[in-house]
C-alpha cells in the first residue's frame, strides 16, 4: 500500500467477509478523511499521491481494530450528532440517529432552560444549547463520561452547566422548563441479541439494566422531574420500545398530562413526551 488509490482495495481485501461491502467502503473513506483530510472527489484528484509511513502504519491499526469488532467511532475517537463533531471513548455511548429524532422533537418546543440526565457524550445536551437560547444543564453518574462532556462543550463552544449525581440518590433537581432523558434501558437478557461491537466496547452501565426491574430510571426521573419541573413544563424520555405503555402508565399515575408516544424513522415506539400542569 504505497498510494491513495490503494487504500479503498486495501480495506476491502482485510475486511471481505467481515461486514458488508458497503460498510467497508464507508469504513475506507471516513478512515481516509480522517487521516488526509480527503473527501471521495479529492481521492480521485489525488490518487496518485504516496502515503507516508505513519500513514500506512495508522491505516494497518484501523484495519486490526476494525478486524476485534471495535467501533469506528472509538477508533477514531469522534462521532458526529446533530451537527456536531463529538469527541466519544470507552466512557461514552455513540450518539444515534434516534436521538437526533429526539433533540428535533424537544427543539419544536418553547424553553429558557433545561436538563439532561445521563448527559454521557453531552451529545443532547450541546445540540439544544446551540439550537436554542436556553441555560442548558447536564447530569451524570460518571466522571469519566462528564469530561469528555465537558470537552465536547468547550470545543463545540457551549456554555453547559455540568453536574455530577447518582439520581438515585437525589431528592430534587434544578427548576427548569425542561427535563431530556435517554437512561439504559437495554435489558441484560437482550444481550444476546446484540453485536459484539456493541457488548464488548461501549459502556455497560449507560446501556444496560436489569431485567427484574427496568423502569427504574424512568420511574425515579419521572418522579422527580415532576416535583422540580417549572409549571407547563415538559419531560421528554427515549425508551425501549417494548415498554411504550408502562412509561405512560407511570407518567400518568405521578400526574402528567398530555403524554405522546412517538415512533422513531424505523416505525419504533421510541420517544415520549408528558407535561406537568
Not at 45 to 69: E, F, G, W, Y
Not at 76 to 102: C, D, M, S
Not at 123 to 134: E, M, T
Not at 221 to 242: D, P, R, T, V, W
Request: glycine share 4%; proline share 3%; hydrophobic share 40%.
Amino acid at each position: 500500500m504505497q498510494k491513495v488509490s490503494n487504500i479503498l482495495p486495501f480495506f476491502k481485501r482485510e475486511l471481505l467477509g467481515t461486514v458488508e461491502q458497503r460498510e467497508i467502503t464507508s469504513f475506507a473513506y471516513i478512515a481516509i478523511n480522517h487521516l488526509l483530510g480527503y473527501s471521495r472527489s479529492d481521492c480521485i484528484i489525488n490518487a496518485n499521491q504516496q502515503l507516508t509511513s505513519d500513514t500506512v502504519t495508522r491505516l494497518h491499526q484501523i484495519i486490526i481494530d476494525l478486524k476485534r469488532n471495535k467501533p469506528i467511532q472509538y477508533i477514531l475517537g469522534k462521532a458526529y450528532f446533530y451537527g456536531l463533531e463529538l469527541k466519544v471513548n470507552q466512557h461514552t455511548l455513540i450518539p444515534r440517529p434516534e436521538t437526533e429524532e429526539l433533540v428535533d422533537w424537544i427543539l419544536k418546543e418553547d424553553f429558557e432552560s433545561a436538563l439532561d440526565i445521563g448527559a454521557g457524550s453531552g451529545c443532547i445536551s450541546i445540540a439544544l444549547a446551540r439550537n436554542s437560547q436556553a441555560k442548558i444543564y447536564a447530569l451524570d453518574v460518571s466522571s469519566n463520561a462528564l469530561k469528555i462532556a465537558r470537552e465536547n462543550a468547550e470545543k463545540n463552544q457551549q456554555n453547559i452547566h455540568f453536574i455530577q449525581q447518582d439520581i438515585f440518590k437525589l431528592n430534587t433537581l434544578e427548576a427548569v422548563d425542561l427535563i431530556v432523558s435517554n437512561p439504559p434501558y437495554v435489558l441484560n437478557t437482550q444481550k444476546v441479541n446484540m453485536n459484539n461491537n456493541v457488548l464488548n466496547f461501549e459502556p455497560s452501565l449507560a446501556l444496560f439494566v436489569d431485567d427484574k426491574n427496568p423502569l427504574a430510571f424512568y420511574q425515579k426521573i419521572s418522579e422527580l422531574a415532576f416535583e422540580s419541573l417549572n409549571i407547563n413544563g415538559k419531560l421528554f424520555f427515549e425508551i425501549n420500545e417494548q415498554f411504550g405503555k408502562e412509561i405512560i402508565l407511570i407518567l400518568s399515575q405521578i400526574g402528567f398530562v398530555d403524554i405522546e408516544l412517538k415512533k422513531d424513522v424505523n416505525g419504533k415506539d421510541r420517544m415520549i413526551k408528558s407535561v406537568k400542569k
